[in-house]
């Protein structure tokens, strides 16, 4: 049997879901933790018997890449630019505090400074992934709350790809001002684009054969991959282009099929994301580190609501909306493990710095999926009281 053939590792992770996520429910946890203790304890740091994580990291960020196209697919573009405009400096703001946080910390327990910075940098972000799934739908597309959560998880994005095009391009020589620059000009320039493809070559498409459902499905994922992968290439990421490819599909009449029919895909994809991040952890490691990541994310699970919160009010939004979105972004994000990736290979930062970021992003993924789906409104509550789609 070929244990790393793409069947065997697909059987290992499923099977291997269905058994824990069953444990999970029994004993009433969050199924997210379930699929990523399933990966620590399958990948290559735990039995090995799924040693594929090239394959399994990149079926994984298919799954974010589909939850962001289904997410603009609900988003009306005025609404959007609107909640934006209120969210961009609470993003800003929160940002420049939790580098300082991370920093700090950091520098405490004797990691040298560019170490400090970087672990920093790469622990602002809050994750879009957890935001998105374990907020309620009808909170997400039809609530306010909804609006400023993604409001601030893009402006994080763009500000998580400034720090990723940064590191890749001054690896290269490329000049700094360019690198940051250039995410703010290829954004509207793709967002033009897709709003012409669009009116002049989709939408006639989709009027004239809407009446073969396996057609509108080929074409809905060949236009969000299409404009995923054409956004690298502008320099931007695959998710920001999956949903400015979601937002400019979102005016058609088809949009809800569309995201309908997209929902069980995105699952499959999903279960491997979560399975891939307990897959790369490497628990040998983590005693050398165990200290300063229990530090870490506890402060950034504790200051995260009070820090939004705080900004939040300031924009005049409610303190229970505050609240509630505090806790709801409490963890680090995926991209805290793509940063942490990037810096190391490029030598800017030290192998136990980049445990570190690993295991930070993974003890705040696991703590803040666990405070929100038993404390919030959700729809993979364990508590049928809180359960919510």
């Known amino acids: 049997m070929d244990f790393g053939g793409i069947t065997f590792t697909f059987a290992a992770i499923f099977l291997g879901a269905a058994v824990f996520a069953s444990i999970a429910l029994y004993t009433r946890q969050p199924i997210i933790i379930a699929y990523i203790i399933l990966g620590a304890a399958l990948g290559p740091f735990g039995t090995g018997l799924v040693s594929n994580t090239a394959l399994v990291s990149d079926a994984g960020h298919v799954g974010i890449i589909f939850l962001l196209f289904l997410l603009g697919l609900d988003m009306q573009p005025k609404a959007l630019l609107n909640s934006m405009k209120s969210s961009s400096w609470v993003a800003l703001a929160s940002s420049g505090i939790y580098i300082a946080i991370g920093y700090a910390i950091t520098r405490g327990f004797g990691f040298a ?48 790809i400034v720090v990723l095009v940064w590191l890749q391009s001054s690896d290269t020589g490329t000049s700094v001002i360019w690198s940051v620059a250039r995410p703010l000009i290829m954004l509207p320039l793709l967002a033009m684009g897709c709003w012409a493809a669009v009116r002049f070559i989709l939408i006639p498409l989709i009027a004239r054969f809407d009446r073969y459902h396996e057609y509108i499905f080929l074409l809905s994922v060949g236009w969000c991959l299409g404009i995923a992968e054409l956004a690298a290439l502008m320099g931007l990421s695959a998710e920001v282009g999956a949903f400015i490819a ?73 303190p229970k909306l505050a609240w509630n979105l505090g806790f709801r972004l409490g963890q680090c994000s ?56």
């Open 113 to 160: 400074h560019n170490d400090a910075l970087l672990v920093g940098a790469a622990l602002m972000f809050s994750s879009t992934i957890i935001g998105i799934k374990l907020l309620p739908t009808t909170v997400l597309h039809h609530k306010h709350l909804g609006e400023v959560l993604v409001a601030l998880l893009l402006f994080q994005d763009l500000i998580a």
């Open 334 to 389: 995926e991209f805290a493990l793509l940063i942490a990736v990037v810096a190391l290979e490029s030598g800017r930062l030290s192998p136990t710095a980049h445990t570190l970021i690993q295991a930070t992003t993974i003890l705040t993924l696991l703590i803040s999926s666990y405070l929100v789906v038993t404390r919030f409104p959700t729809p993979i509550a364990s508590n049928d009281a809180l359960r919510r789609d």
């Open 246 to 318: 979601g937002v400019a599909v979102a005016t058609s009449p088809i949009a809800q099929y569309i995201a309908v029919s997209l929902k069980p895909l995105r699952d499959f994809f999903l279960v491997i994301f979560f399975f891939s991040v307990g897959a790369q952890f490497d628990v040998s490691a983590l005693p050398s580190v165990a200290a300063a990541a229990v530090v870490l994310a506890l402060s950034f699970l504790c200051l995260k609501p009070v820090v939004y919160q705080m900004l939040l009010r300031g924009v005049s939004e409610s």
